[in-house]
């Protein structure tokens, strides 16, 4: 008799099984992305909307709120919206804020090194929950700041599923 179950070999990532709407989170890269992950207890640390043609929307590292085709590396977990959203609302949200730098401070508020971010300026995670708040889904208590989320966030929610994901979390 084994005292320990063999864990199953990890499936590979397809990015056929994406769905226009899915979250897609992934592995920290940089030093701020191993912060992230190292604070949030989870090795993810970064959060893009899929919206098909391998294409994600988001707020990238040092680049800002932008459209960029979908980085198929470093996934580590894919979440299905488990609601009904009104995407076209969401796509309307991303066009007013295209263009949005990314906000470098809201990044050390989770490093505890500064108390806000920036106005007009956006980290994924924000950016992630207040497209989907304008889908008309609810990741989190509607009160919960936007600016005051981590990507790992997504994770929890009951709104999400878990359609794929690599390893296990902390």
Known sequence: MRLFKKKPKPVPFDVDLLLPGDAILYLPTSFFGYGIAIKTFTWRSHVEVYIGDKLSIASRDGVGVGEYKLRETDIGT?????????????????????????????????????????????????????????????????????????????LASPNFKVIWKKGEYF
């Open 78 to 154: 894919v979440l299905r919206p488990t609601q009904e959203m009104n995407f076209k609302e969401g796509l309307r949200y991303f066009d007013s804020v295209e263009g949005e730098k990314y906000d470098m401070r809201a990044i050390m508020c989770f490093l505890m090194l500064a108390r806000s971010g920036e106005g007009k300026r956006q980290i994924c995670s924000e950016f992630a929950t207040n497209f989907y708040r304008k889908c008309g889904l609810t990741p989190f208590h509607e009160e919960w700041p936007a600016d005051r989320t981590p990507p790992s966030y997504f």
